[in-house]
């Protein structure tokens, strides 16, 4: 198990780190000397996300389908992936009110297909149960996706490789001091394998990886990384108990086995996608206070 983490573990940050470099060299957005190849911020990052958004609906909708609910893919996924990458889109049309637009009619129409796909398959047998499924995952993978992508166009491919490294870090901090010294539960009931130790191990690795961030590519000031670090190392262990919630209630110790050491693809992106809009805000206020305070000097 271990070992098939670590090499896995090690190809897809290789296959990762090096797709968002191209994509930032290709775009200009990683120094102001890269040429711009690409006329479009993060058009390669986009594809990824598109890709990555077809095996999370069919794993998820796997996990509701054991719960008694029924995802209805062939709304979920279209929907998912043109959510998750509007952004990309207002770049082509140049009018910004195009990603207000889409972030209200996305959803509306959407909902709305869901009860037609509804009313075709199983008339109004369990119409609560399987729209209310349906709709969650396309929160859970196209809404929650967009604030990645938002993080990357706006904000720039190192500060995308800041937070998920963070936030992953984390994950690496809570295994490593959970396994050698975890003997406090934190919840059992959800997550018997967690502990208060391996919490306090997620937000040391997260501080460290965020100050490193923050020293070697100067994307923020030291005490920003420190309360970023320590944050949002905690904050990725939440992304993950609110996925083992869903594969706990589906009776499932992984979403599925596609990755070795892993699980599945929910298993690696869980904690990214629920702490993204977090991340976006810290920034933003970050960015709003340094403002400020150059103002105020």
């Known amino acids: 198990m271990l070992k098939y983490r670590l090499l896995f573990g090690t190809l897809m940050t290789i296959f990762f780190v090096g797709l968002i470099l191209v994509d930032g060299y290709l775009d200009g957005s990683i120094s102001e000397n890269s040429p711009e190849i690409i006329p479009f911020q993060a058009t390669i990052f986009t594809i990824l996300l598109a890709l990555l958004a077809v095996p999370a609906q069919f794993e998820l909708s796997k996990l509701i389908k054991q719960t008694g609910g029924h995802v209805f893919k062939s709304v979920t996924i279209p929907a998912s992936i043109l959510l998750a990458t509007c952004l990309f889109w207002v770049q082509f049309i140049g009018i910004d009110f195009f990603f207000l637009l889409s972030i209200s009619l996305i959803p509306a129409f959407s909902f709305l297909a869901l009860f037609f796909v509804q009313a075709l398959k199983f008339g109004t047998e369990g119409t609560i149960r399987n729209i209310s499924a349906s709709f969650f995952s396309i929160t859970y993978l196209g809404f929650l996706s967009m604030f990645v992508l938002i993080i990357r166009i706006t904000l720039g491919p190192w500060v995308l490789l800041m937070f998920i490294f963070t936030v992953k870090g984390s994950d690496i901090g809570a295994y490593t001091l959970g396994r050698l010294f975890g003997k406090h539960k ?90 993204a809009p977090l991340a976006f805000a810290f920034f933003l206020l970050m960015i709003f206070f340094t403002e400020v305070l150059l103002i105020g000097s």
Do not use: Y
Request: charged share 15%.
């Open 186 to 275: 934190m919840c059992p009931n959800i997550s018997p394998g967690k502990t208060w130790e391996g919490l306090a191990g997620a937000a040391l690795f997260g501080l460290l990886v965020s100050l490193g961030f923050s020293h070697f590519c100067d994307i923020m000031p030291v005490l920003w990384a420190v309360c970023f670090g320590s944050i949002f190392g905690v904050l990725g262990q939440m992304g993950d108990l609110a996925e083992s919630m869903i594969k706990r209630d589906a009776a499932s110790k992984d979403s599925s086995s596609s990755i070795p050491g892993f699980g599945g693809i929910l298993d690696v992106i869980d904690s990214p996608l629920a702490t």
